[in-house]
């Protein structure tokens, strides 16, 4: 059974940092890309960012490039958000994901697990 438990979400103000985490179980990490999502209450559930197994190769939502940088572990099945300079407007619950392919990976329809996501506040 694949889970994924995220974790390291909080409230912050604004200017602040966080660092997300996701650990997996049940699947061969090295071989899956992963994604984080975010939703804010009322909105769809929106890519941030993304890391592709078999490049390496990263991907960003246009509004936190420069802010936010998605990494890997693969000898610790985990994937870290590091969420700098944090705005209001980043306030979401954040759902990491797992997909088993190196593209289309920057739409949530591209994955085929989920996390139960954390919460992240940032105050202005």
């Known amino acids: 059974q694949v889970q994924l438990v995220e974790s390291g979400g909080g409230l912050v103000q604004a200017g602040g940092s966080l660092r997300l985490s996701c650990t997996a179980s049940?699947?061969?990490?090295?071989?899956?890309?992963m994604g984080w999502f975010r939703q804010a209450p009322g909105k769809e559930r929106d890519f941030a960012a993304a890391?592709?197994?078999?490049?390496?190769?990263?991907y960003y939502l246009d509004s936190v490039k420069g802010r936010f940088t998605v990494s890997r572990d693969n000898a610790k099945n985990t994937v870290h958000l590091q969420m700098n300079n944090l705005k209001p407007e980043d306030t979401a619950v954040y759902f990491c994901?797992?997909?088993?392919?190196?593209?289309?990976?920057?739409?949530?329809?591209?994955?085929?697990?989920w996390g139960q996501g954390t919460q992240v506040t940032v105050s202005s």
């Open positions: 994901a797992a997909s088993p392919r190196s593209s289309y990976i920057t739409s949530r329809y591209g994955y085929d697990y």
């Open positions: 049940g699947l061969t990490f090295s071989t899956y890309s």
């Open positions: 890391i592709s197994w078999s490049t390496g190769n990263t």
